[in-house]
């Protein structure tokens, strides 16, 4: 965990922006949404968990909770 600025909460992304930041990101996101949506019903697409998708995607209050409830870490 960084100690400056916002700390990214869950491994896979940062699995990802270890490897090749925000583009990374996206791509472990997509393939991560399939997955959540056939857990969690209530996950229907990127915006169930960022309430705008750029630039730095913030998070809804329960997104966490979500992608945690499907299955992310
Ligand atoms: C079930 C909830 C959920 C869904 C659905 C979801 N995300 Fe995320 N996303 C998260 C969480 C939680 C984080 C924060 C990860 C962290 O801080 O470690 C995140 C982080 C990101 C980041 C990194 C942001 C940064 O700090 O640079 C990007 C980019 C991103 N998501 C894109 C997407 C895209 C594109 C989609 C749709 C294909 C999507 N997400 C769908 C929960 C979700």
Redesign the pocket.
């Known amino acids: 965990m960084s100690s400056s600025g916002?700390s990214?909460?869950?491994q896979?992304?940062?699995d990802a922006?270890t490897k090749d930041g925000?583009d990374e990101?996206?791509k472990a996101?997509?393939k991560?949404?399939a997955l959540?949506k056939a857990k969690?019903p209530s996950?229907t697409?990127?915006k169930?968990?960022?309430s705008v998708?750029s630039p730095?995607?913030p998070?809804t209050p329960d997104?966490?909770e979500?992608?945690v409830k499907?299955g992310?870490k």
């Open positions: 916002e990214l909460k869950t896979l992304i940062n922006c925000q990101a996206k996101m997509k991560f949404l959540a969690n996950v697409d990127c169930s968990c960022h998708l730095n995607y998070l997104a966490l979500k992608f499907s992310g």
